[in-house]
């Protein structure tokens, strides 16, 4: 089981209350865009390519964060190696 740590909880709390403003700052901008974008298409059509363009960034987000977490973890094992030899 691995350990608590409280000040690497912290620090994660702190990046995701970052993100989430962030992230309600482009929500915004966004909407006004798409607004602007799709206004001669029609509401409906721009929500739906957002709602897909978005999807697609998600997919891309959560496979960068699987795929480095995946390298760091395999450096991590391989300096350990090294650290004990």
């Given at each position: ?25 482009w ?8 607004t602007?974008?799709t ?47």
């Amino acid at each position: 089981m691995a350990k608590v740590n409280v000040k690497s909880i912290v620090k994660n709390n702190i990046v995701t209350a970052f993100t989430i403003a962030a992230a309600l700052m482009w929500v915004e901008f966004l909407k006004d865009a798409l607004t602007f974008i799709t206004s001669p298409i029609g509401v409906l059509v721009g929500k739906f390519f957002a709602a897909v363009i978005a999807t697609i960034f998600v997919i891309i987000g959560i496979y960068t964060v699987l795929k480095t977490e995946e390298e760091a973890e395999a450096l991590f094992k391989r300096f350990n190696g090294k650290q004990k030899s």
